[in-house]
C-alpha cells in the first residue's frame, strides 16, 4: 500500500544550524512528491515540489528512489521557519500526507 | 488569504446530531477535498470530488457525507454515526484531480473549522 511516514513528531534545532526532516514513502510506480508548511495561525501551503527541483526559501529536498527517501534539507534554520513540515505523496488525483514534523528553530 | 473558505471556524456538537461543515471557493478549479488533522496523523482523505455531481470516498469516509451540487462548493456532514468527530476539519481544492491531467497538482487549503461534539 502507498504509505508516507515522517519519522519525527518534533525536531528541535538552534538557529543558523542543518536542518533535515525526514520522509520516506512506498510507492510501486514513479513518484511525484511534495513538502507542505504550515506556519503558526496560516494556512496549510505547498512549500517544494520534487519535480520542479527548486528551492524555496533555502529548503531543498532530492528524491532519492534507492532509499525511497524524500528529506527536506536547509543549510541554515531561522527562527521563521519553525512550523508544522507535511511530506506528501500523490496518488491519482490525491495526495497521501504524512503524520507530519513539527520543527522548532531556537535563537 | 480568499479563494476557499470554510465556516464557522469553531463548531460545537451535542452527541447524536448531524452538523454539515461549509466550504467555498472562487478559484474555479475543478477538484475538491476534505481532510482531517488530528495530533500525530497527519492529514486524512475523507472525501474528495474531482467534478460537479460526483465525489468519491476517501480513506476514511465512514460517518460521513457530502455533495457536490456546484463547483463551488462542497459541503460535509458529520453524521452521528461518526464515532470519534471531534477534530480539526481542512478542505482544499486544485485546478485539477484527474490522474494524468497535471502532475503540478497543488491543492490550496482552507483556514479550518475545529469540531467539537459535546
Known amino acids: 500500500a502507498q504509505r508516507v511516514t515522517q519519522p519525527e513528531k518534533l525536531l528541535s534545532v538552534f538557529k543558523g544550524a542543518p536542518v533535515e526532516l525526514k520522509c520516506n514513502y512506498s510507492y510501486s510506480g514513479s513518484p511525484e512528491l511534495f513538502w507542505y508548511v504550515q506556519y503558526s495561525r496560516q494556512r496549510l501551503q505547498l512549500l517544494l515540489r520534487?519535480?520542479s527541483r527548486e528551492s524555496i526559501k533555502g529548503f531543498t529536498a532530492d528524491l532519492n528512489k534507492g532509499e525511497t527517501s524524500f528529506h527536506l534539507k536547509k543549510p541554515f534554520a531561522q527562527e521563521e521557519d519553525s512550523a508544522m513540515y507535511y511530506c506528501a505523496l500523490k496518488r491519482g488525483g490525491k495526495l497521501i500526507f504524512g503524520q507530519g514534523t513539527e520543527l522548532s528553530v531556537k535563537p | 488569504d480568499g479563494g476557499i473558505t470554510q465556516s464557522p471556524k469553531y463548531l460545537f456538537r451535542k452527541e447524536g446530531q448531524n452538523v454539515t461543515l461549509s466550504c467555498e471557493q472562487n478559484?474555479?478549479?475543478?477538484?475538491m477535498y476534505w481532510y482531517r488533522q488530528d495530533p500525530g496523523q497527519g492529514l486524512r482523505l475523507i472525501y474528495y470530488?474531482?467534478?460537479?455531481?460526483?465525489?468519491q470516498k476517501g480513506d476514511i469516509a465512514e460517518g460521513y457525507s457530502v455533495s457536490r451540487e456546484k463547483k463551488e462548493s462542497f459541503p460535509l456532514t458529520v453524521t452521528s454515526a461518526q464515532k470519534n468527530p471531534t477534530a480539526f476539519y481542512l478542505c482544499a481544492s486544485s485546478m485539477g484531480g484527474l490522474a494524468g491531467v497535471s502532475s503540478y497538482n497543488e491543492q490550496f487549503f482552507g483556514p479550518g473549522t475545529r469540531l467539537t461534539v459535546l
Open positions: 478559484l474555479n478549479h475543478d477538484a
Open positions: 470530488s474531482q467534478i460537479v455531481n460526483d465525489f
Open positions: 520534487h519535480i
